[in-house]
């Protein structure tokens, strides 16, 4: 009787001690995941501006946008000016003052009107050379936008990865802290050796180092997209969460095909070269007689002049020989010209390398997400095994932190990857000038005429 007594207050001892255990695995490592997970508070970030409508900010207002807009209205101004030289010109030229002499008052008065008739298609030359320049400035705006739409978007994955990244070091800090005044009251008791409260302690101390880094980097980034943006004061800009992750299509021929409809530098390398021949054409009109209609009235006052007469007639004036200036000048154009075309031919080859290198990378980092996704269900695992280890006593705390941080490292880096894919298809998309989501405005599209039916 005595004995089963004994048995039977062992058998409840060992529950209730279990019991404990269990409510202190509960209390002191549970919170663990919960901790990882806690968001930082949403209105820190702000919730106005989404990513879309901080692009159309950012492209209405960026000073590279605004710089390259008043370059195409200087390039339109000059245009105009073009335009008004087929018009006539009205000229006058005065003098009238004292002079020594026989004739004390001097008079000179030259004034009328010209008229250009001919001038072996230079006027025409120059103005179409003119709107191929503003062409070319029309497509160094798209340039431009295309290149702030893509600073937004990097710096916003940049931003999205800071603040995932300071939320997970926020939960690892608070949860290495219990477990460093944990550590630290049995070692002052002597229940557990000197050394795993250094170890707690360099652990905690590394996770505050990681918080503070984010946190820091952070607010660095999201003043720099404010201002990028143009966010006022009572302004505040939506940091969605990653999200889910685009993919990339299947081959690489779709992307050069869009760059190819889409992207600036192509029809760039048309107009340059177009812009070189009307400036050839303007040359070769040299070699032409430039004839003008011309209305004058003349009236001169002086010792042997005494004349008040209206002439109306034609002004000409040819440049028959130079001694070959003109032609030196014309077959230096012409080199000019297959130069600009290799030029642009070379632009083009790197513009697709670089679009196939992104593309390639891109499709690795995608790999190397669904590679982080698998360790990351691993370690959930692994830290789950552990927990019921420490429960049912077969190993310490030390076995369950170190599964910690390993779950927490594959989060962290994880979280890399999705940015870095992120940023990587950003600049794939700016490559085929971000073809799927802007499309080329109507109006706005260059036409190529035959270079010889224009002239």
Same mark, same amino acid.
């Given at each position: 009787?005595?004995?089963?007594?004994?048995?039977?207050?062992?058998?409840?001892?060992?529950?209730?001690?279990?019991?404990?255990?269990?409510?202190?695995?509960?209390?002191?490592?549970?919170?663990?995941?919960?901790?990882?997970?806690?968001?930082?508070?949403?209105?820190?970030?702000?919730?106005?501006?989404?990513?879309?409508?901080?692009?159309?900010?950012?492209?209405?207002?960026?000073?590279?946008?605004?710089?390259?807009?008043?370059?195409?209205?200087?390039?339109?101004?000059?245009?105009?000016?073009?335009?008004?030289?087929?018009?006539?010109?009205?000229?006058?030229?005065?003098?009238?003052?004292?002079?020594?002499?026989?004739?004390?008052?001097?008079?000179?008065?030259?004034?009328?009107?010209?008229?250009?008739?001919?001038?072996?298609?230079?006027?025409?030359?120059?103005?179409?050379?003119?709107?191929?320049?503003?062409?070319?400035?029309?497509?160094?705006?798209?340039?431009?936008?295309?290149?702030?739409?893509?600073?937004?978007?990097?710096?916003?994955?940049?931003?999205?990865?800071?603040?995932?990244?300071?939320?997970?070091?926020?939960?690892?800090?608070?949860?290495?802290?219990?477990?460093?005044?944990?550590?630290?009251?049995?070692?002052?008791?002597?229940?557990?050796?000197?050394?795993?409260?250094?170890?707690?302690?360099?652990?905690?101390?590394?996770?505050?180092?990681?918080?503070?880094?984010?946190?820091?980097?952070?607010?660095?980034?999201?003043?720099?997209?404010?201002?990028?943006?143009?966010?006022? +004061?009572? @302004?505040?800009?939506?940091? =969605?969460?990653?999200?889910? $992750?685009? &993919?990339? /299509?299947? #081959?690489?021929?779709?992307?050069?095909?869009?760059?190819?409809?889409?992207?600036?530098?192509?029809?760039?390398?048309?107009?340059?070269?177009?812009?070189?021949?009307?400036?050839?054409?303007?040359?070769?009109?040299?070699?032409?007689?430039?004839?003008?209609?011309?209305?004058?009235?003349?009236?001169?006052?002086?010792?042997?002049?005494?004349?008040?007469?209206?002439?109306?007639?034609?002004?000409?004036?040819?440049?028959?020989?130079?001694?070959?200036?003109?032609?030196?000048?014309?077959?230096?154009?012409?080199? +000019?010209? @297959?130069?600009?075309?290799? =030029?642009?031919?070379?632009? $083009?080859? &790197?513009? /697709?390398? #670089?679009?196939?290198?992104?593309?390639?990378?891109?499709?690795?980092?995608?790999?190397?997400?669904?590679?982080?996704?698998?360790?990351?269900?691993?370690?959930?695992?692994?830290?789950?095994?552990?927990?019921?280890?420490?429960?049912?006593?077969?190993?310490?705390?030390?076995?369950?932190?170190?599964?910690?941080?390993?779950?927490?490292?594959?989060?962290?880096?994880?979280?890399?990857?999705?940015?870095?894919?992120?940023?990587?298809?950003?600049?794939?998309?700016?490559?085929?000038?971000?073809?799927?989501?802007?499309?080329?405005?109507?109006?706005?599209?260059?036409?190529?005429?035959?270079?010889?039916?224009?002239?």
């Amino acid at each position: 009787m005595h004995k089963s007594l004994i048995r039977e207050k062992d058998s409840w001892g060992k529950t209730i001690c279990l019991f404990v255990a269990f409510i202190v695995s509960v209390v002191g490592f549970g919170p663990i995941t919960a901790a990882a997970s806690e968001p930082i508070p949403s209105g820190q970030f702000g919730s106005l501006l989404t990513l879309e409508e901080a692009v159309t900010r950012a492209l209405k207002d960026h000073g590279e946008v605004k710089r390259a807009f008043a370059r195409l209205r200087k390039e339109e101004a000059l245009y105009k000016g073009k335009l008004s030289e087929f018009l006539p010109k009205i000229k006058a030229d005065a003098v009238g003052g004292m002079a020594t002499g026989e004739k004390r008052v001097l008079t000179y008065l030259d004034t009328g009107i010209e008229q250009p008739l001919f001038q072996g298609g230079k006027a025409i030359a120059e103005k179409k050379m003119q709107k191929a320049v503003v062409e070319i400035e029309k497509l160094k705006l798209d340039d431009a936008r295309l290149e702030v739409e893509l600073m937004v978007r990097v710096l916003y994955a940049q931003v999205l990865e800071e603040k995932e990244l300071t939320r997970i070091s926020q939960g690892e800090v608070k949860e290495l802290f219990r477990e460093y005044e944990r550590i630290k009251k049995l070692v002052d008791k002597e229940i557990l050796p000197r050394h795993e409260f250094f170890r707690i302690e360099t652990l905690l101390e590394s996770a505050k180092h990681a918080l503070v880094k984010h946190k820091e980097t952070y607010d660095y980034l999201h003043t720099v997209l404010r201002e990028t943006v143009g966010i006022g +004061e009572g @302004e505040s800009l939506d940091l =969605e969460p990653l999200g889910e $992750i685009p &993919e990339l /299509e299947g #081959e690489v021929g779709a992307y050069l095909e869009t760059a190819r409809r889409h992207d600036p530098v192509y029809k760039t390398r048309e107009l340059k070269v177009q812009e070189k021949r009307f400036e050839k054409r303007a040359l070769q009109a040299e070699r032409f007689p430039h004839i003008g209609l011309s209305a004058r009235w003349n009236r001169f006052r002086d010792v042997f002049v005494d004349t008040d007469r209206f002439i109306v007639g034609i002004e000409g004036k040819w440049n028959i020989w130079d001694f070959g200036r003109l032609g030196s000048q014309i077959s230096a154009k012409e080199h +000019e010209i @297959e130069e600009t075309k290799w =030029e642009g031919e070379l632009k $083009i080859r &790197e513009h /697709e390398k #670089e679009i196939s290198r992104l593309f390639h990378e891109a499709r690795a980092v995608r790999q190397k997400i669904r590679m982080q996704e698998a360790l990351l269900k691993e370690r959930e695992e692994i830290y789950k095994n552990e927990k019921t280890r420490l429960i049912a006593g077969e190993k310490g705390t030390g076995e369950l932190v170190d599964a910690f941080l390993a779950l927490e490292e594959a989060k962290i880096v994880r979280i890399q990857a999705v940015t870095e894919y992120r940023i990587q298809i950003a600049r794939l998309e700016r490559k085929t000038a971000f073809a799927a989501i802007n499309d080329t405005p109507p109006g706005n599209e260059v036409h190529f005429e035959n270079q010889e039916a224009e002239w």
